[in-house]
């Protein structure tokens, strides 16, 4: 599939083919015994042989199918098409998102591949590698899983809402979240910490919880996630008037969205370390 640029929904038939079976191999390699292959950050922000070896997986699998597109990943970073030009697709993996949970065998871990044209994220899937449960979106196409098109929750009152969030790896920064979220777990029904942002966005997507923030999310972690939000009806930015991005990721219902980012951006939930 080279030549004219494709459609989203034929970018979106590549990336569920590439995630599932990336997805069977993570889980394969789970079964086998898992072991921590490097550390990046801190000790604690962990890498394992099986995220290398999927993501590695996901990046020749494309090539094969889509050799001019650009590939970002996780562990591998930016690997560009043999193309002088390119073909204005770039496809953003992250190959084991919650590599904590996976590492301990918690069911809260993910697939999440996303294609970019031109920039704007038009595709992308998100895929449970325990569960197999399965969250896509295109670009305007909708939101779905199981077959059923997803809307976010309809909840309207922040007091009675149930907000996910992350918290990094760093301590200082980590100490600086925990203190956003103390200032704001007496506002709303209560915080949930599952630890994989992909996966929190599509609980969002479906209202499993109404509202999702984290701050130092980078572009894999967001990509596919992202669009599965905002397609699902979310307002996906940041505080103040900015992106979601680095500083802040926040995805709420219309109704929750100002309430919650005023109370955040209170807090400096984008601020800190």
Same mark, same amino acid.
């Given at each position: 599939?080279?030549?004219?640029?494709?459609?989203?929904?034929?970018?979106?038939?590549?990336?569920?083919?590439?995630?599932?079976?990336?997805?069977?191999?993570?889980?394969?390699?789970?079964?086998?015994?898992?072991?921590?292959?490097?550390?990046?950050?801190?000790?604690?922000?962990?890498?394992?042989?099986?995220?290398?070896?999927?993501?590695?997986?996901?990046?020749?699998?494309?090539?094969?199918?889509?050799?001019?597109?650009?590939?970002?990943?996780?562990?591998?970073?930016?690997?560009?098409?043999?193309?002088?030009?390119?073909?204005?697709?770039?496809?953003?993996?992250?190959?084991?998102?919650?590599?904590?949970?996976?590492?301990?065998?918690?069911?809260?871990?993910? !697939?999440?591949?996303?294609?970019? !044209?031109?920039?704007?994220? !038009?595709?992308?899937?998100?895929?449970?590698?325990?569960?197999?449960?399965?969250?896509?979106?295109?670009?305007?196409?909708?939101?779905?899983?199981?077959?059923?098109?997803?809307?976010?929750?309809?909840?309207?009152?922040?007091?009675?809402?149930?907000?996910?969030?992350?918290?990094?790896?760093?301590?200082?920064?980590?100490?600086?979240?925990?203190?956003?979220?103390?200032?704001?777990? /007496?506002?709303?029904?209560?915080?949930?910490?599952?630890?994989?942002?992909?996966?929190?966005?599509?609980?969002?997507?479906?209202?499993? !919880?109404?509202?999702?923030?984290?701050?130092?999310?980078?572009?894999?972690?967001?990509?596919?996630?992202?669009?599965?939000?905002?397609?699902?009806?979310?307002?996906?930015?940041?505080?103040?008037?900015?992106?979601?991005?680095?500083?802040?990721?926040?995805?709420?219902?219309?109704?929750?969205?100002? /309430?919650?980012?005023?109370?955040?951006?209170?807090?400096?939930?984008?601020?800190?370390?």
């Amino acid at each position: 599939m080279t030549g004219s640029t494709p459609t989203p929904q034929e970018l979106l038939a590549i990336a569920i083919e590439v995630a599932r079976e990336a997805a069977d191999t993570a889980y394969r390699m789970r079964a086998a015994g898992v072991e921590v292959a490097a550390t990046k950050s801190t000790r604690t922000d962990v890498v394992t042989a099986a995220d290398r070896a999927v993501e590695r997986q996901v990046v020749d699998a494309l090539a094969g199918l889509r050799p001019d597109d650009s590939v970002l990943g996780e562990e591998y970073g930016e690997e560009r098409g043999p193309g002088t030009t390119g073909s204005g697709v770039r496809w953003i993996v992250d190959p084991i998102d919650g590599t904590v949970n996976y590492l301990y065998g918690l069911a809260h871990s993910a !697939v999440s591949l996303a294609a970019e !044209v031109d920039g704007v994220v !038009v595709a992308g899937v998100v895929r449970n590698v325990f569960t197999g449960e399965e969250w896509t979106a295109t670009a305007g196409g909708g939101a779905w899983r199981a077959g059923q098109r997803l809307r976010c929750s309809t909840e309207t009152d922040l007091g009675q809402a149930l907000v996910a969030t992350g918290f990094a790896y760093d301590a200082a920064r980590r100490s600086h979240q925990a203190r956003v979220v103390a200032g704001l777990i /007496p506002h709303v029904r209560d915080i949930r910490r599952l630890g994989a942002a992909a996966l929190d966005l599509c609980l969002a997507a479906e209202g499993r !919880v109404d509202a999702y923030f984290e701050k130092g999310l980078a572009a894999w972690d967001q990509a596919a996630g992202g669009l599965v939000a905002s397609e699902a009806g979310l307002r996906v930015a940041g505080l103040r008037g900015l992106p979601a991005g680095p500083d802040l990721v926040l995805a709420a219902p219309e109704a929750l969205f100002g /309430p919650l980012h005023d109370r955040l951006d209170d807090l400096d939930a984008a601020g800190g370390p």
